[in-house]
């Protein structure tokens, strides 16, 4: 299983991103992907995620603000970053389960600045 994650960035606050995350290796449309963010010095909290069927689901903090989207032809889950804060400064993780194991990406960088 492998996830690849791109498209981060350094942003002034105010800005947008849009990440990707390629999976190989699993049936990727019956999965559930999330994306995580790991701030300096803190522990990898869950940002937003999507079911097999679309449904979506967000930390409160990012409501409102970013969107979570998924395309299963190109096995590719985003994450559509607006109205960045410098707070959402980060390493960001695309994930997902199977077998009961969690697969991660080696993470990209999101740099807001204020």
């Known amino acids: 299983v492998q996830l690849q994650a791109s498209g981060g960035g350094l942003v002034q606050a105010g800005g947008s991103l849009k990440l990707s995350c390629k999976v190989s290796?699993?049936?990727?449309?019956?999965?559930?992907m999330g994306w995580y963010r790991q701030a300096p010095g803190k522990q990898r909290d869950l940002v937003a995620s999507i079911t097999s069927t679309g449904r979506t689901d967000y930390a409160d903090y990012v409501e409102g603000r970013f969107a979570v989207s998924r395309d299963n032809v190109r096995r590719t889950v985003y994450l559509q970053m607006n109205s960045l804060k410098p707070e959402d400064t980060g390493v960001y993780y695309c994930?997902?389960?199977?077998?009961?194991?969690?697969?991660w990406g080696k993470g990209t960088q999101v740099t807001v600045s204020s």
């Open positions: 994930n997902t389960y199977s077998r009961g194991r969690p697969f």
């Open positions: 290796g699993i049936n990727f449309s019956v999965n559930t």
